[in-house]
């Protein structure tokens, strides 16, 4: 007989029997599953000091190394009950655990996302952390190769730069038994580009102003990269000013503000302009800067006729050379000014229609020249030391950079000077007299002769009175008479009627130069300084002449004469009244 209470106990323990079965079947269906090198999702079952013990549904738990788990900082947030994808290396070692592997599992898993995303054209991210042979590595999970030519549109010079930079990639080759992976940011900027240059062309026109990078620079201007399509910012167009090289103003990756100047849709060439964004200074410039304004700027230019000022962007100036100094004689503007000086000038003179501005650096200085007619009035002596000997006269320094001129014609009333280095040298101290100041001219007229009286005007002609007769020496013999030397400095023309009484042809037959003759004065004028002589008259009345020393001699006993005939009579005189007075007496 069967035991009711028995009964009813075995009939209860059926379900829990069967549930039981049913577990261990869908467990051993779970293990039948979980093969080696496959990835299974596991749970944490608890953490260790140095291991993780993972249950994956199978018999036994496996144990992986805590370090797997850590991140970057070193540490991990891994908890109980974490689920975590993991590989299974062995289902049962000796020891009877199942090994496992985190680490693999995620390079695994690395490697399947990337043969997929090279197989679908996918785009995957990594950071570059070295440079290597022949262009960079990169870390998308795994190490993968970054060609140097598939690094940018351009060719990069300094790929080290570039380490440490996170940058999307595309896969163009892929070999994962020999863990090659080749990347390229080449080709998805490539299609970037592609795809802004249509977005860019359909609404490109000339006149407007856009936003652009500066991708590459040249000698003669930038490239701006207007979104897919690049632009020529020619060196002209930069600015309104000069500028010898882009450099100066520009660096590629600058961003910039830039007008459309002319717009080829056919061939996709565009060039652009900067300085077209704001206002030609040019424009009321003569408001700016009327002549007589001061005003400062820098040295931008040298040439050997003078030098240009910028005095602010796009307006330069030319000083010339001859309005650098009052004073100094400059032979290049090298001598007074350098690229780059900051100058201060006056404006001369404007043709905003030239865009020429003329400008003078010593007009901001007062003129020493109109200073000296104060100075030096006409008619004052002065002293001074020779500067310089020309063939024309001679150069005294008055002040720094000031010389007064004694023209040869100025040193003596009476000497005929053939060259003024005959009388003087440089450095010696001598007195003139301030003859004339040409302040426009900068002409400053000095004379030695003036600090004496002229003898034409007063000595020559008491002296050599017509009809005296003197010695003289044939200086020179010309066709139409000879020159005789009547003193140092004095000469006479003897004409050729007035040589002989007979017809003399040629003077040169009958005189020689040197030779003494007499000659009797038959003209003189002081203001031409002219004497007019003849010899055959001398010789007609040979009988009047006397020389220097007779004459002189006999003038003298003339007087001595006329003195003691003066005192004689007032001898007489006094004799004849002492007798009367006695008579009278």
């Not at 290396?89 to 655990?97: H, N, P």
């Not at 005095?311 to 690229?339: A, D």
């Not at 000595?459 to 000879?482: C, H, M, N, Q």
Request: aromatic share 6%; glycine share 8%; hydrophobic share 35%.
């Amino acid at each position: 007989m069967i035991d009711v209470d028995t009964q009813n106990e075995n009939s209860n323990d059926l379900p829990l029997e069967e549930d039981f079965a049913a577990l261990l079947q869908e467990r051993e269906e779970s293990e039948a599953k979980i093969k080696e090198g496959a990835i299974v999702t596991g749970t944490v079952v608890k953490i260790e000091k140095d291991k993780v013990v993972v249950d994956i549904g199978f018999k036994s738990e496996g144990e992986i190394s805590l370090r797997e788990f850590n991140g970057p900082d070193g540490t991990t947030t891994l908890a109980a009950g974490d689920e975590v994808d993991v590989l299974v290396e062995m289902l049962e070692d000796s020891e009877g655990l199942c090994r496992l592997s985190k680490e693999k599992a995620d390079k695994l898993k690395i490697w399947e996302e990337i043969s997929k995303a090279c197989e679908e054209d996918q785009v995957v991210e990594g950071e570059i952390v070295a440079r290597v042979k022949g262009g960079l590595s990169v870390d998308i999970g795994v190490k993968a190769f970054l060609p140097g030519s598939q690094v940018d549109l351009r060719p990069v010079r300094n790929l080290d730069k570039l380490i440490g930079q996170r940058y999307k990639f595309k896969v163009i080759k892929f070999n994962k038994k020999r863990s090659n992976i080749v990347l390229s940011r080449r080709a998805l900027l490539e299609e970037e580009r592609e795809a802004m240059k249509k977005e860019t062309l359909a609404k490109l026109q000339e006149g407007q102003i856009l936003e652009g990078v500066i991708k590459n620079i040249t000698d003669y201007g930038a490239f701006v990269d207007l979104g897919g399509i690049d632009g020529l910012l020619h060196i002209t167009d930069m600015c309104w000013g000069r500028i010898n090289h882009p450099t100066e103003k520009f660096n590629v990756g600058d961003q910039i503000k830039v007008k459309v100047l002319k717009f080829e849709p056919s061939s996709e060439r565009v060039s652009l302009g900067l300085k077209q964004i704001t206002e030609d200074p040019w424009t009321n410039a003569d408001d700016r800067y009327p002549p007589g304004t001061r005003v400062k700027g820098r040295v931008v230019s040298l040439t050997d006729y003078g030098a240009f000022v910028e005095i602010e962007e796009g307006i330069e100036g030319l000083v010339h050379i001859s309005e650098m100094s009052w004073t100094k004689r400059i032979k290049h503007p090298s001598k007074v000014v350098n690229v780059g000086d900051e100058v201060e000038a006056v404006v001369l003179d404007l043709e905003v229609s030239n865009r020429r501005i003329s400008l003078g650096m010593k007009q901001v200085e007062p003129n020493p020249w109109s200073l000296l007619q104060d100075k030096y009035p006409v008619d004052s002596k002065l002293v001074g030391k020779v500067r310089n000997i020309t063939d024309f006269g001679i150069f005294i320094g008055i002040e720094e950079g000031i010389d007064g001129l004694v023209h040869i014609s100025d040193i003596s009333w009476t000497h005929r000077v053939k060259h003024p280095s005959e009388l003087f040298e440089i450095g010696q101290e001598v007195e003139a007299v301030v003859t004339n100041i040409d302040e426009q001219n900068q002409r400053f007229s000095l004379s030695i002769k003036e600090l004496s009286a002229d003898p034409w005007m007063e000595r020559i002609p008491e002296r050599y009175r017509p009809g005296s007769v003197w010695p003289g020496t044939i200086k020179k013999l010309t066709d139409f008479g000879a020159f005789v030397e009547l003193e140092k400095g004095i000469e006479g023309l003897v004409h050729i009627s007035e040589i002989s009484d007979d017809h003399v042809k040629d003077p040169r037959e009958v005189l020689n130069t040197g030779q003494t003759v007499n000659v009797k004065v038959i003209s003189i004028d002081p203001e031409k300084r002219q004497i007019g002589l003849s010899i055959r008259s001398a010789d007609e009345d040979s009988s009047g002449y006397l020389d220097h020393e007779e004459a002189s001699t006999n003038l003298g006993s003339l007087i001595s004469g006329l003195q003691g005939l003066t005192e004689g009579e007032e001898s007489t005189e006094a004799a004849s009244s002492d007798a009367d007075s006695e008579g009278e007496a």
